[in-house]
């Protein structure tokens, strides 16, 4: 079973920085199986960014993913208020069908 | 505009069973693959199972294989969640979400609390 392993724990930072969240891999996952998703408390997740770079409908050119193997990375270019939450790396494992989520990075206001 | 809509949540004791429903609309549900994501209170998500368009793919994460039993009716555009020999770790809010791969659309999630 693949583990992605999510870091920081917790990113503080002010509107208008630049957010870098990384998710790793404890063994090498598909480009095409690698997912990110935003949630804010008492939301559903939403989904960000599939196929590690590809940003979903409706999702802000500000963020964007990148990565491959075992090293991906979620950046977020120019931090607005409502982009202050929890985010989740995901991966689709294709042997097994079963679906892991990281354990979350929390983006807070500095 | 893509629904889901859970329902079938409550507070059951340890051991007891439930069925959780999602209501689908505004997309083909016998077109896509569905899934149960749980979280419980204060933590990530977990993936919980998994079943293809057509029923012929079911998958399930350790740990409620053996206990839970996912199922759809295309007729009906509905996802069940059977869950069976409850236990305390099972609380969590569960959510119904659309995709194989990826889950680009999510239910507002039923809360279930296993307590006695």
């Known amino acids: 079973e693949i583990v992605l392993t999510q870091s920081p724990g917790t990113l503080s930072l002010s509107p208008g920085e630049r957010a870098t969240l990384s998710c790793r891999a404890s063994?090498?996952?598909?480009?095409?199986?690698l997912a990110w998703y935003q949630q804010k408390p008492g939301q559903a997740p939403r989904l960000l960014i599939y196929g590690a770079s590809s940003r979903a409908t409706g999702i802000p050119d500000r963020f964007s993913g990148s990565g491959s193997g075992t090293d991906f990375t979620l950046t977020i270019s120019r931090l607005e208020p409502e982009d202050f939450a929890v985010y989740y790396c995901?991966?689709?494992?294709?042997?097994?069908?079963?679906?892991?989520f990281g354990g979350g990075t929390k983006v807070e206001i500095k | 505009e893509v629904q889901l809509v859970e329902s079938g949540g409550g507070l059951v004791k340890p051991g007891g069973s439930l069925r959780l429903s999602c209501a689908a609309s505004g997309f083909t549900f016998s077109s896509y693959s569905m899934n149960w994501v749980r979280q419980a209170p204060g933590k990530g998500l977990e993936w919980v199972s998994s079943i293809s368009s057509s029923s012929s793919y079911i998958y399930y994460a350790d740990s409620v294989k053996g206990r839970f039993t996912i199922s759809r009716d295309n007729a009906k555009n509905s996802l069940y969640l059977q869950m069976n020999s409850l236990r305390a770790e099972d609380t969590a809010v569960y959510y119904c979400?659309?995709?194989?791969?990826?889950?680009?659309?999510w239910g507002q999630g039923t809360l279930v609390t296993v307590s006695s």
């Open positions: 979400a659309r995709g194989t791969v990826e889950m680009a659309a």
């Open positions: 063994q090498s996952v598909s480009s095409s199986y």
């Open positions: 995901q991966q689709y494992g294709s042997s097994h069908r079963a679906l892991t």
